[in-house]
Each structure stands twice: as C-alpha cells, then as structure tokens.
C-alpha cells in the first residue's frame, strides 16, 4: 500500500487507532469473546445521537437529506469499505473464515422539524440511519457490525437504543452469553 511504502521509504511506522476501528467495535468484542467457549453470534453496535454533532452527515450518512437522496456510506461497497475490516478480524479471532460479507441500511424520515446544533431537519427529512455489516458463515449471520445514528431522542424508536444516548454495546450469543454497554459522554 502506498503508508506502507511511505514508512518504509521514511524507515518509520504508521499507528491508527480510533472508535471503529480501534477499540468500540473491534477489541472490546475479541476481549468479550474470549470468556466464551463458543460465540454463536457476535455483534458490535453503535448508537449515537447525532443531535448536537457539528462534523458532516448530511453527504455521508444522508441525515438532513430527503429520503430518496442516496447518501455515500448507503453504497454497499464504500460502507463495507469504510467499516467492513471490523467483521473480518472478529471472525478471524473467533477461528472462522466467512463466506460472505453483507449489509443491509434504512433510514427513518421524521414527520416533525428537529432542532439540531446544525440546523433544522425539516419533516419528510432523514432523522435516523440504521445500518449493518454481516459477517455470513456456512450460511448464517455469525458476526453483525450494526450502527444506530439518530438525531434526537425521538427518531426511530423500534430502532435499538442504548441505556444512555451514546453507548458502545457488545452482544455476544455464546457460552456464556454477554452484554456490555459503554457510554460515552461527549463535553
């Protein structure tokens, strides 16, 4: 790869470290996993309430956008791409190598205005996303990366949630099954 080249052409390394991938969805999982004397089903979720976030959503994610705009991350390839190494190295960790890789995406349109440290989402606007990334082995979804984005507390609310507004959970079915939720507090 061209970091790879660079380091090696400046004789230095290259750390990239981060939510996802870094620790959230990824090492906290593996570290979980290995209490486990089997994993039937792992999943990884993100649910953050985008509701005072100033970075940008609205190309990427769609939130904001009408529902038939097709936000960059809803294209299954640049998703998998920009998320996708997660369900590989959990399913490496768990000693299995999938067959397939796939995802699924929805999206929630709020029929109300949303008040949001941006703007305002406007009705028949986008309010909430709703994706995964599906590690399939011998014909069944063994590993699930999932991310739960709202703007708001209101938006989507069938939709998984946290016991707070950002958490960070893991759901392993195995032996023993376990659940472990971290919150995150953004100041």
């Given amino acids: ?52 976030y100033e970075g940008d959503y609205e190309i990427e994610m769609g939130i904001g956008k009408p529902p038939e705009f097709q936000a960059l991350l809803e294209t299954p390839d640049i998703l998998v791409m920009s998320w996708g190494a997660t369900v590989p190295l959990i399913a490496h960790a768990a000693g299995i ?3 397939a890789i ?5 999206k929630w349109v709020t029929p109300q ?8 989402i406007n009705p028949g606007e986008v309010a909430a996303i709703h ?21 708001g507390s209101d938006p989507a609310p069938d939709w998984p949630r946290g016991t707070r507004d950002d958490v960070y959970r ?15 507090r953004f100041t």
């Fill in 97 to 99: 190598e999938l067959d």
């Fill in 1 to 52: 790869t061209p970091t790879t080249e660079a380091c090696a052409e400046g004789e230095a390394s290259c750390f990239t470290t981060g939510i996802d991938p870094g620790f959230a969805n990824d090492l906290f999982p593996m570290t979980l996993m290995g209490f486990c004397g089997e994993m039937r089903m792992g999943r990884a979720l993100e649910i953050l309430d985008y509701l005072n």
């Fill in 102 to 106: 796939t995802s699924t995406w929805e």
């Fill in 131 to 151: 994706f995964t990334i599906n590690g399939v082995y011998r014909g069944d979804i063994r590993i699930q990366l999932e991310h739960v984005n709202r703007v």
């Fill in 170 to 184: 893991v759901e392993i079915d195995g032996t023993p099954s376990i659940t472990q939720e971290t919150a995150l």
């Fill in 113 to 120: 205005a949303i008040r949001t440290k941006k703007g305002t």
